[in-house]
């Protein structure tokens, strides 16, 4: 199956896409890295999203400057 990366801002993500970003979070970060923390916090809606379709890969970009 082919992976297929796409930058989406917060808006522009479907509920299943963000479904699908949030599980893959939650399952490196808080439960193969053991890190118990909010996962989804204020920054999801000013932040970057790079999802990849057909993987469990996924990204966030945050920059303080381009917040507003």
């Known amino acids: 199956m082919p992976l297929n990366f796409?930058?989406?801002r917060f808006d522009e993500l479907s509920t299943r896409d963000f479904y699908e970003i949030v599980?893959?979070?939650e399952s490196v970060f808080v439960v193969e890295q053991q890190c118990a923390y909010q996962e989804v916090d204020e920054l999801d809606p000013l932040a970057w999203h790079l999802?990849?379709?057909g993987s469990r890969e996924t990204g966030r970009?945050?920059?303080s400057a381009?917040?507003?």
């Open 23 to 25: 599980k893959a979070r």
């Open 51 to 53: 999802p990849g379709h």
């Open 6 to 8: 796409r930058w989406s």
């Open 61 to 63: 970009l945050y920059s």
């Open 66 to 68: 381009g917040a507003g």
